[in-house]
């Protein structure tokens, strides 16, 4: 069970005074880790469930036709569950408990209520526009490919409700102190798919197309995949019981509560059709660009499957650090809000940003240094080639340069979210959405074929880069400032300490080359060992030197974590 400082198991964290946020690094650092640590596991065995998927389908048509199905749940949960969740609901189950706890309670039951019917009616209309959705976000898929596309849509839909509910049970879990459950539920789905992407390759011989694969293949994968999902929900079960939730069917809504919600959901629901539209070009034109490169013999490598591995591999310092200290943050800035104590918000966030770049900020470093031997080491295995995984390499970098700007960008819409203005964050993301679509666009049309999917991915950057901006200047208005001196005085020391990180990685890499081929495992591994464990220890080194003061933190947080402290 995880704890909030001040808080027992299942208590929400108490709120006295300017403690917390001005000097709540320590207790903000406590309540991260513990989801951290669940997201690491989430994460590693996330990275061998997309190795394995990788070995078994390869990067071609294939793999172009799965990973855009199972796309198309993730992203509808993402942007329409997912928005709506931390935007909306988070915020209103944290104010309703304020309130009254009964009151609290009983909201709780209601809003659970009225999402288990939205998400059965949700599915249900999904599942029979599944072809739609593979012609919008495939519009090149033809014959074999196509009808496959379509078959795991339909079966990989019904994530929808389970993705849902899950959700909804985290967002309970975490309003009652409860971190732990919601970060360690994904590994159950990421061991169920390695273990279906094991027998795949058991009992294929070679890649495997649209056209040559079996009805039991088909079935294995199709509901292996979604089978995860529904583990992964049905695991939160007992520790919703453990923190004294328990579902009570209610749709006695007060009067003005569905109202509230759909007020502060209005806004939200802009942002999601704006930004799905963009998600919807990015894979139709990398889908596109993927047969393209088909049509004129160059391969199969260049489509939506690199575009897609690199994502998730982009995600993963993000996730283990910046959407733990997120969901951490959360609760908190939404109370600071609703007592209007300004002040701790600003302070809350300046923390928050701070802690989750001391790790960030040198995992892109990485990231872009290393990315070939990073590739090679996950991918480079079963159906796909060494030239495949640099595919990969090349798209990961370019997400790496995103991954600062993202990370700023998206902690910054908390704090919009905590005062309930989902208004702004609309507004914003009209702003980011237009630029990733004309970055789209030109990279489609501007570069070789082979390149297409790696611009996309450079005009992602430059979209976070333009909505980090955009958003630090309405933000700093709404707060009176944002400790911007502080922010920026501690990342400028971070990028100092980073060069150490980049030379040290840069020259293992460089000698590595010099010695022999990188395009193999051993050597790839050994590489990215020695590049990842010296840079990361010269990090450390220089960032203590520089008087890092969240280096500083971090030390005396662990460091009470040892025996005998």
Known sequence: MGTLPGGGPGEPPKVGGTGQATGGGGGLLRS????????LASRITGFLRTAVIVAAL?????????????????QIYDLLLGGILVSVIVPLLVRAK??????????EQRVFTLAVIGLGVLTVVAVLCAPLFIDILAGSFTDDQRDVAILFARFFLPQLFFYGVGAFAGAILNTRGSFGAPMWAPVLNNLVVIGIGGAFLAITAGPVTPSDITDGQMMLLSLGTTGGIVLQTVALWPSLRRVGFRWRPRLNFQRGE??????????????????QAALAVVTALANRAGNLAVDEGIGEGYGYTPYFNAYQLFQLPYAIVGVSVITALLPRMSRFAAEGKTADVRAAFSTGLRLSSLIIMPAAALMLVLGPEITTVLFAHGNTSAEDALVIARVMQMFAIALVPFSIYQLMLRVFYAHRDTRTP????????????????????????????VGIAGGFAITNVVGTLTCWLVLRRKLGGVDGRRIVGGHLKLAVA????????????????ALGDTSTLVPALVTLVVGSAGGGALYLVFAKLLRVEEIQTAISTFARKLPGR
Do not use: S
């Not at 390869?58 to 993730?74: D, E, R, S, V």
């Open 32 to 39: 991260g880790a513990i989801m951290a640590v669940g997201t």
């Open 58 to 74: 390869g990067t071609g048509m294939l793999a172009n036709a799965y990973n855009t199905a199972n796309t198309i749940p993730n």
């Open 98 to 107: 304020e309130r009254d706890p009964e009151y609290g309670e009983q909201y």
């Open 258 to 275: 569905i109202g509230e919600v759909g007020r502060l959901a209005g806004w939200t629901l802009v942002y999601v059709v704006a930004t």
């Open 426 to 453: 609309a507004l914003i993301g009209m702003v980011t959405v237009t630029t990733n679509i004309i970055m789209a666009f030109t990279a489609y049309n501007v570069l070789d074929v082979e390149w297409i999917v």
């Open 498 to 513: 980073l060069w150490p990180l980049i030379g040290f990685a840069y020259a293992a890499h460089t000698v590595a080359d």
